[in-house]
C-alpha cells in the first residue's frame, strides 16, 4: 500500500512558477514509477509527466519545456516544477504512483492560473 499526499498548489498569475510536491510512505518508493497527472473541469485526466526508479522521464509533448520533473528516493519525495504557466494549466494535480499493475493516486493540488 502506497499513501500520496500533494502540496504546493495555489493561485499564480500566467507567467509565474510553482513547485509542487508529493510525500510518498507506506512502500519501497524507489521502486515506483512516479508520475504527475491533472484533470480540468469538464476534462479527462491527462499526463503531465512520469519518472521511473533510474530518473528517466517523460513528459506531456505540450508541456516539455515549461515543466520538470524530479525525485528524491531518499526522501520518498517527487517535484513538479512548473514554469511559465497558462490560465490552460489550471487543474487537480495529482500524484501517481505505479509498479507491477498496482496503481495508486493522492487526492490532488488545486492550481489557479490567473490571467
Known amino acids: 500500500q502506497v499513501q500520496l499526499e500533494e502540496s504546493g498548489g495555489g493561485l499564480v498569475q500566467a507567467g509565474g512558477s510553482l513547485r509542487l510536491s508529493c510525500a510518498a510512505s507506506?512502500?519501497?518508493?524507489?521502486?515506483?514509477?512516479m508520475g504527475w497527472y491533472r484533470q480540468a473541469p469538464g476534462k479527462q485526466r491527462e499526463l503531465v509527466a512520469r519518472?521511473?526508479?533510474?530518473?528517466?522521464?517523460n513528459y506531456a509533448d505540450a508541456l516539455k519545456g515549461r515543466f520538470t520533473i524530479s525525485r528524491d528516493n531518499a526522501k520518498n519525495m517527487v517535484y513538479l516544477q512548473m514554469n511559465s504557466l497558462k490560465p490552460e494549466d489550471t487543474a487537480v494535480y495529482l500524484c501517481?504512483?505505479?509498479?507491477?499493475?498496482?496503481?495508486?493516486w493522492g487526492q490532488g493540488t488545486q492550481v489557479t492560473v490567473s490571467s
Open positions: 501517481y504512483a505505479g509498479t507491477g499493475g498496482l496503481n495508486y
Open positions: 507506506g512502500s519501497i518508493f524507489s521502486a515506483f514509477v
Open positions: 519518472i521511473n526508479s533510474g530518473g528517466n522521464a
